[in-house]
C-alpha cells in the first residue's frame, strides 16, 4: 500500500540538510545554473535509498548507496514522485560465458606461408 498523503512523502532529516546546505554554499547554481543545464557543484552521497525525491531535488547529483558503493544519480524532472533507491540497483545479475563449440575446429593459419598450419 502507498503511503497516506496526509503524511506527505518522506524523506530524511539529513538529506534535506543535505540539499539545503549545497542551496547555501552555490546559489548561483541553485537559483540560476540548475534550470540552465549545469551540472551540480557537489555530490551528495547518502544511504537513505527510501526518501522519495522532490521536485527541489532537480539537477542535484546523489549518490545512493547499493550495498556496495555508492550509485551516481542525477536527478530529471520524470524521477520527481519515485525513490531514490529505484535508480540503484543492488543485484548484478551473473554473466555466463559463451559456449564453445567443440565440433568446428579453428585452424591458425600462418601469416608468412599463407596455409593452415
Known amino acids: 500500500m502507498p503511503r497516506s498523503i496526509w503524511k506527505g512523502p518522506y ?52 549518490g545512493v548507496h547499493n550495498g556496495k558503493s555508492f550509485i551516481n544519480l542525477e536527478v530529471q524532472e520524470a524521477m520527481v514522485g519515485h525513490r531514490l533507491g529505484e535508480f540503484a540497483p543492488t543485484k548484478v545479475l551473473p554473466k555466463h ?10 585452424k591458425k593459419i600462418n601469416p608468412k606461408t599463407g596455409k593452415a598450419g
Open 11 to 62: 524523506v530524511a532529516v539529513n538529506l534535506l540538510q543535505d540539499v539545503v546546505n549545497l542551496a547555501r554554499k552555490h546559489p548561483e547554481w541553485w537559483n540560476k545554473g540548475r534550470f540552465l543545464g549545469q551540472k551540480a557543484p557537489e555530490v551528495i552521497n547518502t544511504y537513505s535509498r527510501a526518501s522519495t525525491i522532490l521536485p527541489d531535488f532537480l539537477a542535484c547529483r546523489f
Open 97 to 106: 560465458k559463451a559456449k564453445e563449440s567443440t565440433s568446428v575446429v579453428k
